[in-house]
Nanobody
C-alpha cells in the first residue's frame, strides 16, 4: 500500500529556511499528484503547494509564492518543499498527501496522507 513519510521539520528563527521531505513508498508512480498542506490554528488544512508527477507542473497558495518551492527526486521517490523567508505565520504541522489524477490544493481531494512534521518559527 502507498505510504508517505514526512521529515525535516524543525524550530527556526524568522527569516530562516528549511527543506521538508516527503518519501513515497508502496508504488511506482508516473502520474498523479503530491501536495503539501499545513494545519491552521482553527484545524483547517491549507494547501501550500502541489506537483503533478508526469508534467512537473506546480501550483502554490499565494502566501508562499516566491518563498516556497516544491520539487521531486524521481530516483529516490522523494518530494521536497524548500521553504525560505520563513515567518511566524508559517508555524504549523506540515503534511504531504497524494492522489491519482489532477492536482488540487483542497484537502478533501486527498485520501493518502503522511503523519506530519512540525515547523515552528520564533521571532
Amino acid at each position: 500500500r502507498v505510504q508517505l513519510v514526512e521529515s525535516g521539520g524543525d524550530s527556526v528563527q524568522a527569516g530562516g529556511s528549511l527543506r521538508l521531505s516527503c518519501t513515497v513508498s508502496g508504488y511506482t508512480y508516473n502520474s498523479g499528484c503530491l501536495a503539501w498542506f499545513r494545519q491552521l490554528p482553527g484545524g483547517q488544512r491549507e494547501g501550500v503547494a502541489s506537483l503533478a508527477f508526469e508534467t512537473g507542473s506546480t501550483n502554490y497558495v499565494d502566501s508562499v509564492k516566491g518563498r516556497f518551492t516544491i520539487s521531486q527526486d524521481t530516483d529516490k521517490n522523494i518530494v521536497y518543499l524548500q521553504m525560505t523567508g520563513l515567518n511566524p505565520a508559517d508555524t504549523a504541522m506540515y503534511y504531504c498527501a497524494t492522489r491519482a489524477g489532477s492536482c488540487y490544493l483542497e484537502a478533501y481531494w486527498y485520501v493518502i496522507w503522511g503523519q506530519g512534521t512540525q515547523v515552528t518559527l520564533s521571532s
